[in-house]
């Protein structure tokens, strides 16, 4: 591990969630059963005639769990990153050590991964004993939900490393989050929103992460290019880390 300092960063990470990770189990099953079970069956008995042609509860589940994949890596991504420059500067530590600007961000954000795919992969076990996985194909989601995870997580890793208060971070859970969450897909059709609405649902990486995850778990194609959707969240990923990687040198590095 020695070998690869991005790995040493990685360690360090794991090395303190394995002292918090007991905490965070029991809602990591909660989480889905409750969502499963308030809006899957609960919205679902009202939607009788389900949507385009599938029952309710199958057609949400994918956009949950690519929903779930973003918001764990928005948390992992917001606060946890601040903190590491304003408040517990472990990244000043770091760098002291000395580790490379791209060690650092490349160990943390597998970190986040890390997460999401456990995350993920909960989801997909909750759901799949509700019967809610039509497809073996669903197991393409855990993927998905990684790159999904990484198209957000590193552009956020810029913002909250260049913030100059923890309050923007909460502004971008209101103004970023929540309106993706509520209008990329997830709970109905995208194409039932007005044009303008659904262009800018469109440009969202959470729409085309729900748009594959849907694909697989109903065994359909995407209503997009699937080669198209991978692309557009690689190119967030990317544009993202050059962009972090930026901050972070110029923040690290005197």
Not at 145 to 164: C, D, E, G, R
Not at 223 to 248: M, N, P, T
Request: net charge positive; charged share 10%.
């Amino acid at each position: 591990m020695a070998r690869v300092p991005a790995l040493a960063v990685l360690a360090h990470y794991l090395v303190g969630y394995r002292r918090t990770w007991r905490a965070g189990v029991f809602s990591s099953f909660l989480l889905p059963v409750l969502t499963v079970l308030g809006f899957g069956v609960g919205v679902g008995a009202y939607v009788h005639r389900g949507v385009e042609g599938v029952p309710y509860l199958e057609w949400l589940v994918p956009g949950l769990i690519a929903s779930t994949a973003l918001q764990v890596a928005m948390a992992e991504s917001t606060w946890p990153v601040h903190s590491n420059f304003k408040w517990i500067r472990t990244y000043h530590a770091q760098v002291a050590a000395p580790l490379r600007i791209g060690d650092i961000l490349a160990g943390h954000l597998a970190f986040v991964l890390f997460r999401v795919l456990t995350s993920a992969a909960t989801f997909v076990l909750v759901t799949a004993l509700f019967g809610a996985l039509r497809s073996p194909w669903a197991v393409a989601v855990l993927p998905v939900a990684v790159l999904l995870a990484l198209a957000v997580a590193a552009p956020t890793f810029a913002i909250s490393a260049a913030v100059p208060s923890d309050s923007y971070l909460a502004l971008l859970f209101r103004f970023a989050v929540i309106p993706m969450t509520l209008f990329a897909g997830v709970f109905f059709p995208v194409a039932s929103l007005p044009e303008a609405l659904r262009w800018l649902a469109y440009a969202t990486p959470l729409w085309h992460g729900v748009d594959l995850c849907r694909a697989a778990t109903l065994g359909v194609a995407p209503q997009w290019s699937i080669a198209g959707h991978l692309l557009y969240l690689a190119a967030w990923a990317a544009a993202g880390w050059l962009l972090a990687r930026r901050v972070f040198q110029r923040s690290l590095v005197v």
